[in-house]
């Protein structure tokens, strides 16, 4: 095999109490090609300061052929994203995952998942992106002597997911800088047993549940101030039905959970009238998570 094609979805890390631990995959996609060429590097389908070898694809790739003691090959990768960057829907998790899958894939599959979420986790610094990027549904993971693990969790497949991402980027190192170095122990206790929660209520598509569990404590109070209209946002979504609210990831886009196609159905509606700048994306569980095409 000289060519090949992933697919990766979009990831929604944190959920409200899951602070660095829970993620979601999403029915939001990037296609990445890549195909072995004489020599050289080329890439498409990305900013010019991007099509170099810093490329993440790029650095996965390699990573996962050092992994399998395998020169870098010399490749052609053409990218078409869907997944908006810097947003916080795991953008470059996505670019992470097609690297290293794609260099497995051309080289006869050694590499298990578990291993292409290490040699992406070492590039990241963290899982919580890259288990639901690499494994699809929801996960849960965390790093232990320096090794991610990770769980999936089952989701209802009644829940739909209305992503409102905003025109502008923030920087996960800024939504990140802001957060306090200690928390009050009740805080502590507070996320925990909302997590718990969570969880439980997005298996059975408890609505009510959901809306009160993704509250937390320790990043989304903090990080919401970064979010120019969030409170705008937020006020429009419950207008529009959604119980559920929350930010994705570091942010800036925000996160309805809602059992029915009405709310994203009349957010697409109603949000362009007070926030022209904001896109609509409805979306559904992506259970797959990154393929082979």
Avoid at 156 to 164: G, V, W
Avoid at 230 to 253: E, L, M, R, V
Wanted: aromatic share 6%; glycine share 6%; hydrophobic share 45%.
């Amino acid at each position: 095999m000289e060519r090949v094609s992933i697919r990766v979805p979009a990831t929604s890390a944190n959920m409200g109490p899951g602070f660095d631990s829970f993620g979601c995959a999403l029915s939001l996609y990037n296609v990445y090609t890549f195909e072995i060429i004489e020599k050289g590097l080329e890439i498409s389908g990305c900013p010019e300061e991007f099509r170099n070898s810093d490329n993440l694809s790029i650095v996965a790739y390699r990573d996962a052929m050092t992994a399998m003691g395998l020169p870098m090959d010399p490749l052609r990768l053409s990218i078409h994203s869907d997944i908006p960057v810097c947003r916080g829907l795991g953008s470059s998790s996505a670019m992470l995952a097609a690297g290293a899958m794609a260099a497995n894939a051309l080289h006869g599959n050694v590499l298990s998942k578990e291993e292409l979420l290490n040699i992406c986790t070492r590039i990241e610094g963290h899982p919580d992106n890259l288990a639901p990027a690499i494994f699809g549904g929801m996960t849960a993971s965390l790093m232990r002597d320096g090794v991610p693990v990770m769980a999936r969790f089952p989701l209802s497949e009644k829940l739909r997911f209305t992503a409102l991402v905003p025109d502008f980027h923030l920087s996960t190192e800024l939504a990140r800088s802001i957060l306090p170095k200690e928390i009050p122990f009740a805080d502590a206790v507070f996320n925990i047993s909302h997590a718990a929660l969570l969880l439980r209520a997005l298996e059975t598509a408890d609505i009510e549940m959901i809306s009160f569990a993704l509250n937390d404590r320790l990043h989304q109070p903090y990080r919401k101030g970064l979010i120019r209209d969030y409170d705008t946002a937020q006020q429009i979504a419950k207008a529009c039905g959604a119980a559920s609210f929350c930010i994705s990831g570091a942010g800036p886009t925000c996160l309805c959970i809602s059992d029915n196609e009405t709310v994203g159905n009349r957010l697409q509606t109603e949000l362009p009238k007070v926030l022209p700048n904001w896109q609509v994306l409805t979306l559904k569980l992506d259970i797959e998570g990154a393929k082979v095409l």
